[in-house]
């Protein structure tokens, strides 16, 4: 699972399912989703943010780390419910300010009431959470260089790895086209000191494949072989959790 820190929880499309609406208020109203999305993200980070530090640091006895904060938290698909309910409670809020309309004030009411019902359900569920977080590595530098390739379509990811094998989430894609005569080249970039790095190709079915046997140096460069990407593992989708810490129920004396 990707951090929280990570950012970018989901993806527009995400928000339209979830209200079909959504898309075409926004452009009749000038709302810009993006950040809209971003704004959301910034306020539940910091609610679990206090969350964990309240509660890993009290519930010591409980939890195997206490300290923990929103920097450990990964994602998943309960908080991705609220942050969906909680940014369309933002846009259609912002659109009712701008046209004054009964209606989108009734759906920010429903989406805001939506929130606080999955808020709460998240937080008694639990956050999930890893000891020793990786965060993703920053965009990493692709390079077209003269090769053997014929004319292709390259899709680009890299993933950080620590010395314990601990795997991050992917990194922002990039994608290039390269003429017939091609090479590739990749360079990771925002490694965390010490670690390394694996590199990733989408194959033709678009399914990002490891192309490295093991984790590169930080300062390694891949390069594309001449007989081109050879079939690997699937890229996993970043640190699985190590346990969810909950909202503790304190029960009166007597």
């Not at 993006?34 to 509660?55: N, P, Y």
């Not at 709460?120 to 999930?128: D, H, I, L, R």
């Not at 490694?191 to 494949?209: E, F, I, Q, T």
Request: glycine share 10%; charged share 25%; net charge negative.
């Amino acid at each position: 699972m990707a951090l929280l820190v990570d950012g970018w929880w989901c993806e527009a499309e995400e928000l339209q399912a979830y209200d079909s609406s959504a898309t075409n208020v926004a452009g009749e109203e000038g709302i810009d989703l993006g950040a809209k999305m971003r704004q959301s993200e910034a306020w539940i980070t910091d609610k679990v943010d206090d969350f964990l530090r309240w509660e890993s640091n009290c519930g010591q006895s409980v939890y195997p780390h206490n300290g923990l904060t929103a920097a450990n938290a990964v994602v998943d698909e309960r908080l991705k419910r609220w942050h969906l309910t909680h940014t369309l409670a933002l846009v259609y809020r912002d659109a009712a300010f701008s046209q004054v309309n009964d209606r989108y004030q009734k759906k920010s009411d429903a989406f805001d009431k939506d929130a606080a019902r999955s808020r709460a359900e998240y937080f008694q569920g639990g956050v999930p959470y890893v000891g020793n977080p990786l965060r993703k590595p920053a965009t990493p530098t692709v390079t077209v260089t003269a090769g053997q390739q014929g004319e292709a379509a390259y899709i680009v990811t890299t993933t950080q790895v620590d010395s314990r094998g601990d795997e991050s989430a992917q990194s922002d894609v990039v994608s290039v086209e390269a003429a017939a005569g091609n090479g590739l080249t990749v360079a990771a970039n925002g490694l965390a000191a010490g670690n390394g790095w694996n590199v990733y190709v989408a194959d033709s079915n678009g399914v990002m494949r490891r192309k490295n046997d093991a984790p590169l140096a930080a300062n390694a460069v891949w390069a594309l072989p001449d007989i081109g990407p050879a079939a690997g593992p699937a890229a996993t989708d970043g640190q699985a959790p190590e346990g969810r810490v909950k909202e503790r129920r304190i029960l009166p004396r007597g």
